[in-house]
């Protein structure tokens, strides 16, 4: 099975922000927003998610890897 991305809740600063959300080419990140400035941490949609690994460098919590 092809590796996918994973977000580590516990390292995730659930910003409303969140640049994961904004870089990934396959739309496969979503967020729910709480307010301007609160939301949930992100959600990685396994199966549009291609494994590029471009969301790992932009988090600035280092809360995604691959796996
Ligand atoms: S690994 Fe690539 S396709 Fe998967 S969530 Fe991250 S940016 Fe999107």
Redesign the pocket.
């Known amino acids: 099975m092809s590796k996918?991305?994973v977000i580590n809740i516990k390292k995730c600063d659930q910003s409303p922000f969140c640049p994961v959300k904004r870089?990934?080419?396959?739309g496969?990140?979503t967020q729910n927003k709480k307010g301007f400035f609160r939301a949930d941490a992100p959600k990685?949609d396994k199966d549009k998610?291609?494994?590029?690994?471009?969301?790992l460098k932009v988090c600035p919590m280092g809360a995604v890897k691959?796996s």
């Open positions: 996918k991305a870089v990934c080419p396959a496969a990140v990685i998610c291609t494994g590029c690994g471009i969301c691959i």
